[in-house]
């Protein structure tokens, strides 16, 4: 029969109180398991007085089988002498909709887009005769146009973006984001982990990251179908894509300048400012194995940057770094706009007024 838990609530005695209870002379409340047919265990679970909890007892600790055990250690070998198991498409396996997974996608994601669309945004082309009963006919499509055209307008957007949210800048600077947002790497690793994986219908698995890449353009083409496009699609970009800026250091991270004294000294002539002074501030252990020294960067008596290293060059990198963070104002603790920025009418009038190059033909579904 099933435990039964039972409170027995009871004045304190002698036997049952300890020194503190015995003075006070208050009721205290026992938690006691019980078995049908057995007498009460010889120590309570555990004991309440009030909101204060005095004594609980230990856990009991499960404790497997013997056949269990040598069950597990077999199973063990057998994954060993076979190997890992081959990767499978999802379709291939049991309880499968591809119509309800890519209902289930969209509202995932937080866009609105037509099925159709959808499914063509998905497709790669390839022979009718590979196509697996779960997926969609070739008849719908390819990703192909679709992906160009999906790839001007996120480069379109993020060169825009780029330029409104850190409008001081430089343009190799901006250029360095760009291509960091744009990598094959990022996309394809953006799209596998929001389940593009599953629902590509490709000739070939594993997917590459190519494939990824193209199906996440594509997907970004059939939300421009939309009446609202073009923002539905920057409000997309900017949830998954724009979003990776955050905790990053954009000069020391993404640009990774190999001269920044050369791009300090550029950046100051083009403000009409003399080049940068370099004076040393501070040493220390010169003769040790751990040596630190301290640059400092002035410029017209004002102090531009300061950074230590083990050696002057090295610091004098870093403080030029430092320089060009505070130019640009790209502090590693600065935040990116805040999503308000689609209520900007300027921000807005520049979305909607991006020109993507491509055919509208190639755009219209049967």
Known sequence: MSVMLQQLRIWSQPSLMCKRLQKCRLPCTFNIQMHSGQALKEKAKSVIVGNKHLQQAPELKYTPPIWKHQWLLLLKRKAEIEGPEEPRRRSDQLNWNYSAELHAFVHRLGIHVHAEALKAALTEPMPVDLENEGGVSNEAGNNVEMANTGEVFTRDFITLFVKYAFPELGKECANSIVSYLMSETLLSYLAKNLGFGDLIQSQFFPLTTTSLTRAFFAVNTAILQNPDGKIAAARFLYDFVIINLNN???????????????????????????????????????????????????????????????????????????????????????????????????????????????????????
């Open 248 to 366: 990053k250091d954009i000069v020391h991270d993404i640009w990774k300048p190999q001269d920044p004294m050369k791009h300090l000294k550029l950046e100051l002539k083009i403000r009409g400012l003399p080049p940068p002074e370099v004076r040393l501030t501070k040493k220390a252990g010169i003769t040790s194995v751990l040596p630190v020294v301290f640059v400092g960067l002035f410029c017209e008596q004002n102090l531009l940057a300061e950074s230590g290293g083990e050696t002057v060059i090295k610091a004098e990198s870093d403080a030029a770094k430092l320089a060009l963070k505070t130019i640009y104002d790209v502090h590693f603790n600065r935040c990116l706009p805040k999503k308000d920025l689609f209520l900007d009418p300027f921000f807005l009038d520049k979305i909607n007024s991006l020109n993507l190059n491509y055919q509208t033909e190639h755009l219209q579904l049967n």
